[in-house]
């Protein structure tokens, strides 16, 4: 096998590990969404929200359930948490890969001694449109800041009608590091340039 082939091969395999990760992207923004709307509508009627959950564990698996709102709400905060991580964590991998990409692009194109092999790199990028950088602008700003907004609000809320000490400072920890995460994550999508 020729060295082009090894490369265009990697290549190939490199591109499908981004577009599975893009798709798990997409899930988990999904899920996320879910899960912080949910969250958001503890605020609005979290009983109502306790008793429909209890209603569904009931008929679905016939086993009665009665937990505190309180407990419902760290629970949303645990799932919230890990939801975040891993939709960061994917959203930070598929960026490198970007990177990664353009460079094997520029190897096979070197190689091939022809411009044309740059799809997801300077083509790509070439006459960007500007509905792609709003588009851009809203993942990676509007969200992220977003979400600490409500998470700080939702945690306020908390705080006003608190019934139990320790589920509140359980849920400051995750909203702190939800928020922690979140302004890391925008530090990285975002880096200041050294000129």
């Not at 959203?91 to 990177?99: D, L, V, W």
Request: aromatic content about 14%; charged content about 20%.
């Amino acid at each position: 096998m020729e060295k082009i082939d090894l490369l265009y091969d990697h290549y190939k395999e490199t591109m499908q590990l981004s577009l599975n990760m893009q798709k798990k992207r997409g899930t988990l923004f999904v899920v996320f969404c879910i899960f912080e709307l949910l969250n958001f509508s503890m605020l609005l009627f979290p009983e109502k929200i306790t008793a429909s959950i209890s209603q569904y564990i009931l008929s679905q698996y016939n086993i009665s359930v009665d937990f505190s709102i309180a407990i419902l709400q760290s629970a949303i905060w645990i799932a919230l948490s890990y939801i975040m991580i891993r939709y960061y964590q994917t959203n930070i991998y598929i960026e490198r890969q970007y990177k990664y990409i353009a460079v094997l692009e520029d190897k096979i194109s070197t190689m091939l001694k022809e411009p044309c092999f740059k799809r997801e790199s300077d083509n790509y990028l070439e006459k960007y449109p500007i509905v792609l950088d709003l588009i851009s602008m809203f993942y990676t700003w509007i969200i992220p800041l977003l979400i600490i907004i409500i998470n700080i609000g939702k945690l306020w809320m908390e705080f006003r009608t608190a019934s139990n000490l320790w589920s509140v400072i359980f849920d400051t920890l995750c909203c702190g590091f939800t928020a922690v995460l979140t302004i890391m994550y925008l530090a990285m999508m975002h880096p200041r340039h050294k000129n």
